[in-house]
């Protein structure tokens, strides 16, 4: 069982020491097909809100990958994180947006809150995997989801495929994996970038989702709920090799897409 506070103080550690480079180093934010995607689906999914008042929660924002794009369609948008260092940079980056009281960056622990306001639209990339309890804060998440508002996380565990069953598609993805490593290592040296030791194995606690409860839990709160597996383009740069990995792996991500009814 997950000791609560230590996940909790694993996670603002990891991403303390990250802040600074996030961006730099995750390379779903570098990869443009990931961003276009993630564009397309805000703008879809927008349309698909009934009563639309341009409201947005944004719940593990880190430095704004979700958030900007929002703000770019027109949301006034909440932003919570619960590290001290991703929120700085997110407002480092949309000043502009505070000031026109268009962005609200919060650092809290949402599951210690009592926010009663609704929202449009209530999303997250790359985050449910990072929590201690995520039925519980996923719960909790749903009720800030208004009447034809949709709850939208993105970037998590898909359910386990039968993948790389061959000895030659494992030899790719072994290939793929320390070609990547090793590229991004390069990458990063040759830009001055030198990350402390950063050590996930307390914070990235799920490698697997329980979908079913997931949505068995978002139905009895009166969502129509869809999870879709999908392949999330995160190399920085795409070579045979990426392509190679796609097409042995087909689904390496999963999103929840669920509208309160």
């Not at 998440?141 to 565990?157: M, R």
């Amino acid at each position: 069982m997950l000791e609560y506070d230590t996940v909790i103080n694993a996670n603002i550690a990891v991403h303390e020491k990250e802040a600074d480079y996030y961006d730099f180093i995750h390379n779903d934010i570098w990869n443009r097909a990931e961003q276009n995607r993630l564009k397309q689906l805000l703008r879809t999914l927008t349309a698909q809100i009934d009563n639309q008042s341009y409201k947005a929660l944004d719940f593990g924002a880190g430095t704004g990958n979700i958030t900007q794009k929002l703000l770019s369609i027109g949301y006034t948008v909440t932003a919570i994180d619960i590290s001290p260092g991703m929120c700085r940079k997110l407002i480092e980056k949309e000043r502009h947006m505070i000031k026109l009281k268009r962005l609200k960056v919060l650092n809290i622990n949402f599951d210690e809150t009592n926010l009663t306001e609704q929202y449009d639209l209530v999303t997250g990339y790359s985050v449910i995997h990072h929590l201690p309890n995520y039925l519980k804060t996923l719960e909790k998440l749903a009720s800030s989801v208004k009447n034809g508002g949709i709850l939208y996380f993105d970037h998590e565990p898909p359910t386990p495929i039968s993948s790389a069953n061959g000895i030659v598609d494992k030899l790719i993805l072994k290939l793929y994996y320390f070609t990547e490593k090793n590229a991004n290592a390069a990458y990063l040296k040759l830009h001055g970038v030198n990350l402390p030791p950063i050590d996930y194995s307390l914070a990235d606690v799920h490698t697997q989702l329980d979908w079913q409860s997931i949505t068995q839990m978002l139905k009895q709160k009166g969502f129509t709920v869809e999870i879709q597996p999908h392949y999330v383009n995160d190399s920085r740069l795409n070579t045979p090799l990426s392509y190679l990995r796609k097409k042995i792996l087909k689904v390496n991500s999963a999103m929840l897409l669920a509208k309160k009814t």
